[in-house]
């Protein structure tokens, strides 16, 4: 077999083309192969696929393809041009490349395949290609997937913010629930972050959201209830983050009383800070008798923790008539605590009541969102941050977007 036989076979170069040349450089450890196609053929217009003669051929250009025994691999040819009688002189389609692309398909799925198991640096390292190359792979993948991407319903969606780098830099992540995976990624943290992606959105999907998970913020807030039909009754506060701002008002109350206590001489609640914080069928076997003591000396740290532990029964009602019925009673004890801090959050909890109660009906968190932005973590981490945004959003879709990145090799 000849060389040049071999490499079509290796190569799995398709009729009509066949490899004229081969060039083996050892010291560089690159095989560089010429690609080429008997004369007197018809050629499919690109456009509308009709059959036209060669025009001429445009300038060659080379692709990186998959290594050869670990030797760079490098395609050659000079693109047929055909004449169709409808679009003109146009540059034919090439089986292994799609247009403007620097790599074959095949090493472009390798790359793809490599850089989703790992990091960029280690990605371009096992691929021998450049930081910029690494990077235009992942946005061509991005930008395949999202245009393959079909237009589905997303009935319930998850939103948080995701700190870009230090200060205060940050992006929205908008999250699909029952997917797990990440809808968009937008600009800043505020009302118009979140109304950019529903804009993107077809009536019918906009329509078709039934439940949005999310923190207390404002701005989400106003972009939900502003941009979806009936938005209010879809938004759903976090039931995590609400019980972490409970747990700050039990903290704040154990450190007044503990000062107050200290200065009078008692050191009952030295060192019980986490103990509070447990909910009660969490508490360890090893504190209970400890905590079974500090519940009865009668504190109002212990007041406060009850008032906090009482809480997280509203979200146990599957009916919206007696979770509202619970919260009464709870919001009649708690704002006549006499704990200042208790109180606060009862009242922030009263204004926002409306997205509260619909956990009996959606019973969504945002406990999938922070999962997923605990991995968006640890992608910047691994990036050593980024550029720009832009290129934030292209890791994130790239790992966590659910995409179909690969070009198609037939
Ligand atoms: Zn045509």
């Keep these: 077999m000849r060389d040049t036989d071999l490499y079509r076979y290796l190569l799995g170069v398709e009729d009509p083309w066949f490899v004229s040349e081969v060039q083996l450089d050892v010291k560089e450890q690159r095989v560089d192969v010429w690609i080429e196609h008997p004369k007197g053929l018809q050629w499919p217009c690109p456009e509308c696929g009709a059959e036209g003669t060669l025009h001429d051929h445009a300038e060659e250009r080379v692709w990186r393809h998959l290594d050869s025994c670990q030797f760079q691999t490098f395609l050659h040819a000079r693109p047929p041009r055909v004449v169709c009688p409808e679009h003109g002189v146009r540059q034919v389609q090439l089986p292994w490349a799609k247009p403007h692309a620097r790599f074959t398909l095949l090493f472009e799925r390798f790359a793809i395949e490599v850089l989703r198991h790992t990091t960029i640096q280690a990605g371009r390292m096992i691929l021998r290609i450049s930081w910029d190359e690494a990077w235009h792979v992942m946005e061509r993948a991005v930008q395949r997937g ?3 991407k079909p237009e589905r319903m997303i009935a319930q969606l998850g939103v948080d913010e995701k700190s870009v780098g230090s200060g205060q830099d940050y992006v929205t992540v908008v999250c699909d629930l029952e997917r797990s995976t990440v809808e968009e990624v937008t600009e800043g943290n505020n009302c118009r972050s979140l109304q950019i992606y529903f804009e993107g959105l077809t009536d ?3 329509e078709g959201i039934e439940a949005v998970a999310m923190d207390m913020a404002g701005g989400y807030i106003n972009a939900v209830s502003g941009s979806l039909p009936e938005g209010r009754e879809k938004i759903v506060f976090d039931r995590f983050h609400i019980m972490k701002l409970m747990n700050e008002a039990v903290d704040r109350v154990r450190r007044e009383e503990h000062k107050r206590l200290t200065d009078g001489g008692s050191s009952i609640l030295t060192g019980t800070k986490f103990l509070w914080l447990y909910a009660r069928e969490r ?3 090893k504190h209970w008798e400890q905590f079974s003591i500090l519940k009865a000396a009668g504190l109002k740290t212990a007041r406060a923790w009850a008032i906090k532990e ?5 979200w146990r009602y599957k009916s919206r008539a007696w979770a509202e019925k619970f919260w009464k009673r709870w919001y009649f004890w708690a704002t006549h605590s006499r704990l200042a801090p208790v109180k606060k959050i009862a009242n922030t909890l009263k204004t926002h009541l409306y997205g509260i109660l619909t956990y009996s009906k959606h019973r969504i968190t945002n406990a999938t969102t922070e999962g997923i932005n605990s991995k968006i973590e ?10 720009n945004k832009q290129r934030f959003r292209t890791v994130i879709l790239f790992h966590l977007g659910g995409l179909d990145l690969y070009p198609a090799t037939h």
């Design 378 to 387: 640890t992608l910047r981490k691994a990036a050593c941050g980024f550029r």
């Design 204 to 206: 019918k999907q906009r």
């Design 146 to 148: 999202l245009r393959r």
């Design 310 to 314: 009482t809480l997280r029964e509203l």
């Design 283 to 285: 508490l360890p076997a």
